[in-house]
């Protein structure tokens, strides 16, 4: 069941119930805590606070990722918008729509702008975002979506009459699916798009550990609050009882795939309690439940996803990348 919140115009957010009663966080909860080895999806992160947290990540000075893309949107906007005619900005992931705006100033430059449509599984996050998006953009008509990659990307409105759409998917997300669930996604996504719309994605590149690896441990220790964040969430939806401080942050650099593993360690044996699934989970001292991958790309590896490329970007640097594409 969807639901309309009324909100002043000229924005609307259609939220899709991802709640405990819902398939979603419990089911992936008993999944992933009754595996071996333990693990839970990134996507339970982002609550109201772990999306607060993320945005406090993306302004940290070791998580390059963030100005890398933003400095290849900035250069590339114009262009994209003028060549192909963009009047609709679907952007998946969309938390505070910070490198939105360089999409949106070209579509406002161009006499182009018509509707933006943010899809997150924060409600929050879009409300807050679209009351500063509405007043930068005056008649930008915002239409937010709520809800979870894996079952709502349906709820995504139709594409509007005039122009064409471009769906943004910004930020390196594409690396927290695993390699094997891309191309499922990217054609649930190709489902959005009519002939002539196309899909922008932001892939970190693959090169030096000692350049990633600090992106997900920072030393401030914001990304380890982040990640601790997903206990916080269970305890209140689902009646547990993990103690945060029993658990450390842990990122580690795999050159094999390659990508980061984020992952929690226990600091003791220890078990908890998940009284809304009426279930006890075990952790023995040292063990490690993995909560996100990041994979890192290589030009041909982003070939391999299933996207059929029209343009490629790199910043200055080389360290990140995006990437223009149509529906194959």
């Known amino acids: 069941m969807t639901t309309r919140l009324v909100v002043p115009r000229p924005y609307r957010l ?14 992936d909860a008993r999944a992933g805590l009754s595996a071996s080895p333990k693990s839970l999806p990134p996507k339970h992160f982002y609550d109201e606070r772990g999306s607060d947290l993320f945005e ?23 262009g994209l918008v003028a060549r192909h005619g963009v009047s609709e900005l ?6 505070a729509s910070r490198k ?42 915002v239409h937010g979506v709520a809800g979870d990659f894996d079952r709502h990307l349906p709820g995504v409105p139709e594409r509007g009459r005039s122009g064409r759409r ?45 350049r990633i690896q600090p992106a997900y441990d920072d030393a401030e220790g914001v990304t380890a609050e982040f990640n601790l964040n997903v206990l916080r969430v269970l305890n209140r939806e ?3 009882d993990f103690e945060l401080d029993a658990f450390a942050h842990v990122a580690l650099y795999d050159p094999g795939p390659p990508w980061i593993e984020m992952r929690l360690r226990s600091l003791a044996d220890q078990v908890v309690r998940i009284g809304a699934l009426d279930m ?27 996207l059929v490329l029209e343009e490629w970007h790199e910043d200055a640097r080389g360290w990140f990348a995006v990437s223009l594409a149509r529906r194959p």
Do not use: W
Not at 15 to 26: D, K, N, T, Y
Not at 169 to 180: A, Q, S, V, W
Not at 191 to 209: F, S
Not at 289 to 296: A, D, L
């Open 14 to 27: 259609d939220v899709h119930p991802i709640g405990p009663g819902e398939q979603g966080l419990a089911e």
């Open 238 to 240: 689902l009646d547990a």
């Open 90 to 95: 679907v952007e998946l992931g969309s938390g």
């Open 56 to 78: 406090r990540i993306t302004r940290l000075p070791e998580y390059y990722q963030s100005r890398s893309e933003l400095s290849i949107l900035t250069r590339i906007a114009d």
């Open 100 to 141: 939105t705006r360089a999409l949106l100033d070209a579509m406002r430059d161009a006499r182009s702008l018509g509707r933006y449509v943010p899809f997150d599984v924060c409600p929050e996050a879009i409300l807050a975002a679209a009351g500063r998006l509405a007043e930068a953009y005056p008649g930008l008509d």
């Open 280 to 306: 006890d989970v075990e952790f023995a001292e040292g063990e490690e439940m993995r909560t996100e991958i990041s994979c890192k790309f290589t030009r041909p590896a982003v070939d391999d996803a299933g």
């Open 166 to 210: 471009l769906i943004a998917f910004l930020g390196g997300t594409i690396g927290n699916l695993e390699p094997d669930a891309r191309t499922p996604f990217l054609e649930s996504v190709a489902e959005l798009m009519e002939p002539g719309d196309l899909l922008l994605v932001g892939t970190d590149l693959a090169g030096d550990p000692g």
